[in-house]
């Protein structure tokens, strides 16, 4: 997945209701409240950057989680490219992503990704993947090659990866890599952990945070998690102060969806201000920025994340 930034302030003028694009029933999710609400996609830029994505055989999370953000994130030409294919080998109860048997590796995708940042111009982006079980890495290999890729075509533009748990291997070189941030997704509280995540662990998830810092103390270190899956307000607030505990320097907390009536069931929605309060409650734990509101995502404006993290190193 690779997420990319340039100036641009171009939007579409006209609001609509978050409806994703599976056509979800009302028996998968419930009434959303009144502040969801999303620019509705179709701007000059949402076009040119969905034909570029068809053209080069580009898949972006963005489409494939259904993502809320799609029509404002792509008007100001930001993107988050997902490698390694869309399927994924796990089939984890709150993502939207096609859960599978893989088709193989494209070794051509890093310099396809790395072409599409040039073209653009991106100053910043972010790549992440499915989870690929079904190799000895876990796909490692191919984030280190987007990220050289990168480097070598745009030395400017800044990396960020979003990185699955890899299955324990492949992590050194990743960090060696250099990327400008390090992702990795804690998801949910512990306790619901295992319901929604049951191929992941929560105490790996904190382990492989901990080990980047140790690989590289001045690497900056992200994680997001979801709320409205049945956890409590003092787990969150326990789950954010285990990823302090492993020094990680960024955060975002975002309201789930439900993708489908499959999927896990949303257990409510978190208002405007209790978001405000967990930003603010990350902030005196010592995260250097906290992205936190219902539509936020894992790489929602992570450029201004990065810039935050940057000032402190």
């Not at 941030?181 to 929604?196: Q, S």
């Not at 409650?281 to 936020?296: C, D, I, T, W, Y």
Request: hydrophobic letters at 40%.
């Amino acid at each position: 997945m690779v997420r990319v930034e340039r100036d641009n302030s171009d939007s579409v003028d006209t609001d609509m209701t978050l409806q994703d694009s599976s056509q979800q029933t009302a028996e998968a999710r419930p009434r959303l409240p009144a502040w969801f609400k999303v620019r509705a996609p179709g701007g000059e830029n949402f076009i040119q950057l969905a034909n570029l994505m068809r053209g080069n055989g580009l898949h972006t999370v963005c489409e494939e989680a259904h993502c809320p953000n799609i029509g404002e994130c792509w008007e100001q030409r930001t993107a988050t490219f997902m490698v390694l294919g869309d399927i994924c080998t796990r089939a984890c109860r709150y993502c939207a992503v096609t859960s599978g048997k893989p088709l193989g590796v494209d070794m051509q995708e890093p310099d396809r990704v790395a072409a599409a940042v040039e073209r653009l111009g991106l100053r910043y982006c972010v790549i992440t993947s499915v989870n690929r079980d079904d190799l000895p890495d876990g796909g490692a290999f191919v984030f280190l090659q987007c990220v050289l890729r990168i480097r070598e075509r745009v030395p400017g533009c800044k990396v960020e990866v979003l990185i699955p748990d890899f299955r324990g291997m492949g992590l050194r070189g990743m960090v060696h890599a250099k990327p400008d941030v390090l992702n990795h997704n804690i998801e949910t509280v512990r306790r619901v952990f295992h319901g929604v995540r049951p191929k992941g662990s929560y105490d790996y998830s904190l382990e492989l945070l901990r080990r980047v810092k140790e690989l590289d103390p001045g690497m900056a270190t992200k994680s997001g998690m979801m709320v409205g899956l049945g956890e409590e307000w003092d787990e969150v607030l326990e789950t954010m102060r285990d990823l302090r505990s492993v020094d990680c320097d960024l955060l975002t907390i975002g309201q789930y969806l439900r993708p489908s009536k499959k999927h896990a069931a949303i257990e409510r929605f978190y208002t405007p201000a209790e978001f405000a309060a967990l930003r603010d409650e990350g902030l005196r734990m010592g995260f250097k920025h906290v992205a936190a509101g219902p539509l936020v995502r894992s790489s929602y404006h992570a450029g201004e994340q990065h810039a935050a993290a940057a000032v402190s190193f």
